[in-house]
């Protein structure tokens, strides 16, 4: 599974990210840029833990890295390795 795209397959299906390359939409934070909304969280975290067969904890959504799309890539691939 390739993380990064699920992760940004996501994000496009919910209207895009803003940015001309991959390296901005990475740096993009979802939440500033209202790709989605603080409802949007919730439906985000069960997609992910779904999609990539991991279980966020407390500590991983208010890490700094959840913030932002390469930052959550990075949550979700430190919890895959760790499974």
Do not use: W
């Not at 299906?13 to 209202?34: H, I, N, Q, R, V």
């Not at 991983?60 to 499974?83: N, P, W, Y």
């Amino acid at each position: 599974m390739n993380v990064t795209q699920t992760v940004l397959d996501y994000f496009a299906s919910k209207g895009g990210l803003p940015g001309a390359t991959d390296a901005e939409k990475l740096a993009c934070s979802y939440l500033d840029a209202k790709v989605i909304d603080s409802m949007g969280i919730i439906e985000m975290i069960s997609h992910f833990e779904d999609e990539c067969g991991v279980r966020f904890e407390a500590d991983d959504m208010q890490s700094e890295d959840f913030q932002t799309v390469g930052g959550l890539i990075r949550v979700i691939e430190k919890l895959r390795s760790q499974a």
